[in-house]
């Protein structure tokens, strides 16, 4: 019997990086452990948690492996206006997310259709709409109770 596993182990992040063809490198299978422990990690903290995995890593290296992850679709990032661009491996599923004004905390929200554009513009201009990219603004719990 295979107990599923939410969070996924080294090994299938090797697996995972294999399949894309990307090398299984260091800075790499720290990089998505980061994303996994952190979604919604913006560069800056991922560079600390990488270090903090694998000590002295430079904030080049980090950002050419989040481009190499990017581009083979295995972290999608978000870019909240104000806010640091922010990674995550949860990808493909049309979620959307909720941002903080105040802070910047981010948390993702389910799509209620579930596929794109999950939302019919009253004018589409003659173009075919294939995504609605939704971001919830407002004040988190946090941020409220600073008040
Ligand atoms: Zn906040
Ligand atoms: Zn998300
Ligand atoms: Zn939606």
């Given at each position: 019997?295979?107990?599923e596993?939410?969070?996924?182990s080294?090994?299938d992040d090797e697996?995972?990086?294999?399949s894309v063809?990307?090398?299984?490198?260091?800075p790499r299978?720290?990089?998505?452990?980061?994303?996994t422990?952190?979604p919604?990690?913006s560069?800056?903290?991922l560079?600390a948690?990488?270090?903090a995995?694998l000590?002295?890593?430079?904030?080049?290296a980090?950002y050419?492996v989040l481009?190499?992850?990017n581009?083979?679709?295995?972290v999608?990032?978000?870019?909240?206006?104000g806010?640091?661009?922010?990674y995550e491996?949860?990808h493909?599923?049309?979620?959307?997310?909720?941002?903080?004004?105040?802070?910047?905390?981010v948390?993702d929200v389910?799509?209620?259709t579930?596929h794109?554009p999950?939302?019919?513009?009253?004018?589409d201009?003659g173009?075919?709409i294939?995504?609605?990219?939704?971001?919830?603004?407002?004040t988190?719990p946090?941020?409220?109770t600073?008040?």
């Amino acid at each position: 019997m295979v107990i599923e596993q939410d969070v996924p182990s080294t090994q299938d992040d090797e697996a995972l990086l294999r399949s894309v063809g990307l090398r299984v490198t260091a800075p790499r299978l720290a990089t998505l452990a980061a994303l996994t422990a952190r979604p919604h990690a913006s560069a800056d903290q991922l560079v600390a948690d990488v270090r903090a995995r694998l000590g002295s890593v430079s904030v080049q290296a980090v950002y050419d492996v989040l481009h190499a992850l990017n581009s083979r679709g295995l972290v999608q990032h978000i870019e909240p206006a104000g806010h640091p661009a922010r990674y995550e491996r949860r990808h493909g599923d049309n979620h959307h997310h909720v941002v903080c004004r105040t802070c910047g905390a981010v948390g993702d929200v389910d799509c209620a259709t579930g596929h794109a554009p999950c939302l019919i513009p009253s004018n589409d201009h003659g173009f075919t709409i294939d995504t609605a990219e939704v971001l919830y603004w407002g004040t988190c719990p946090s941020c409220r109770t600073a008040d």
